[in-house]
């Protein structure tokens, strides 16, 4: 199984400054079709995981565009432009390049 | 809008079975595979298992391989998971989740809890 490992797993972080967390695939997410199926899911206290980022940079319907992925490969970045109070929850990367799709550990982000 | 609302959780002894059910509103279920996805307490979430949208493929976690089984109901857009011999460590929130782009899944329900616990 592929191993997500992500960083840090806790970002204290000022209102209205950016944020980034990063993910780490042991091994690399590209598929045979040529895509790299990496992913980002915001989870909100009490809520289910919701999807932000597929395929590494695409953000889904409804998403902000405060939210912003990147990264090729093994090494993936999710940035958050300024960090608004309901960006709070945890953040985890989940691969979808081959069953089973693994997650990472989660990054909590929380206000300063 | 998309809807996927989970039932049958609740507290079970170890080795006993539970049916988990997923109603879908809001899009056409037949077209989507769907997900079954869980989360154990203060844990990040595990995929279990994967069913395409006409039943013709299925895919499982190992942890869960043998033990569970996805189904679905296109009839009844309702979307299924078989668990036997239940063991302690299977306590977590289950939910189901659209399958959307390239079998991403992009929309979760709220999830049901199941405790395996004597």
């Known amino acids: 199984d592929i191993v997500m490992t992500q960083t840090p797993l806790s970002s204290p972080v000022t209102l209205g400054q950016p944020a980034s967390i990063s993910c780490q695939s042991s091994?690399?997410?590209?598929?045979?079709?040529?895509?790299?199926?990496l992913n980002w899911l915001q989870q909100r206290p009490g809520q289910p995981p919701r999807l932000l980022i597929y395929q590494i940079s695409n953000r889904f319907s409804g998403v902000p565009d405060r939210f912003s992925g990147s990264g090729a490969g093994t090494y993936f970045t999710l940035k958050i432009s300024r960090v608004e109070a309901e960006d709070v929850g945890v953040y985890y990367c989940?691969?979808?390049?081959?069953?089973?799709?693994?997650f990472g550990q989660g990054t909590k982000l929380e206000i300063k | 809008q998309v809807q996927l609302v989970e039932s049958g959780g609740g507290v079970v002894q170890p080795g006993r079975s539970l049916r988990l059910s997923c109603a879908a509103s809001g899009f056409t279920f037949r077209d989507y595979a769907m997900h079954w996805v869980r989360q154990a307490p203060g844990k990040e979430p595990e995929w279990v298992a994967i069913?395409?949208?006409?039943?013709?493929?299925?895919f499982y976690a190992d942890s869960v391989k043998d033990r569970f089984t996805i189904s679905r109901d296109n009839s009844k857009n309702t979307l299924y998971l078989q668990m036997n011999s239940l063991r302690a460590e299977d306590t977590a929130v289950f939910y189901c989740?659209?399958?959307?782009?390239?079998?991403?899944?992009?929309?979760w329900g709220q999830g049901t809890l199941v405790t395996v616990s004597s």
């Open positions: 091994q690399s997410l590209v598929h045979s079709d040529g895509n790299t199926y």
């Open positions: 069913i395409w949208h006409d039943g013709s493929n299925k």
């Open positions: 989740a659209r399958a959307g782009i390239v079998l991403i899944p992009d929309y």
């Open positions: 989940m691969h979808a390049t081959q069953f089973p799709y693994t």
